[in-house]
């Protein structure tokens, strides 16, 4: 295959899983769940690995500062390393919510597989303290993490740049859906 076979397949996967039918639907729903949070000043914690770790940091922000919700990622290297070690890997997103989270926040849990343990724990300890769940995922439609989801935004795909590109275009859909406008000062 040529490059520009390559790259015309590539955005072609991008763009019909971006733009998946009833995606605009979630995402109201979503941007609903965040306005909800924000309404009765609840918070939005969000959590990933690897790539979608750093989509948790980034749009922690933008929720926070942009869209004036309350927001958090557990991504410092202290706090990770700390609740890793204590609590090992696979438990250490679900102690940070079972420490940091409250009936009525909205947990954002982020897996391009919908197959890591540390989320599915976090999304199971999320939901028995009565926190609103929203997944993105890929890969399998009925993978564990979406089963656990109450809004969940999932992309038909294998390949994770594609799948974290979507996830990181759906959360800023999500946040420039609840500000109302896509073009705004950030300071």
């Not at 004036?68 to 609590?87: C, E, I, K, P, Q």
């Not at 438990?91 to 597989?113: M, R």
Request: with cysteine; glycine share 8%; proline share 2%.
């Amino acid at each position: 295959m040529d490059d520009n076979s390559f790259l015309k397949d590539y955005f072609e996967q991008f763009e019909r899983g971006v733009n998946s039918p009833g995606i605009f639907e979630t995402i109201k729903e979503l941007r609903d769940a965040l306005a909800k949070v924000k309404d009765t000043n609840k918070k939005v914690i969000l959590a990933g690995n690897g790539a979608s770790a750093s989509m948790a940091s980034h749009y922690a922000l933008d929720y926070t500062k942009q869209g004036g919700v309350r927001s958090m990622a557990f991504n410092d290297a202290a706090f990770l390393t700390a609740y890793g070690n204590d609590y090992g890997y696979d438990l250490w997103v679900a102690k940070a919510i079972e420490h940091h989270g409250d009936a009525g926040d909205l947990a954002i849990l982020i897996s391009s597989s919908g197959r890591s343990p540390n989320m599915v724990k976090a999304a199971e300890t999320a939901k028995e303290m009565g926190l609103t769940v929203a997944t993105f995922t890929g890969f399998a439609p009925d993978n564990p993490l979406k089963s656990l989801g109450e809004v969940n935004l999932w992309l038909e795909s294998r390949a994770y740049n594609i799948i974290e590109a979507a996830h990181s275009f759906w959360l800023a859909a999500a946040c420039d859906l609840l500000i109302g406008k896509s073009e705004y000062s950030v300071s």
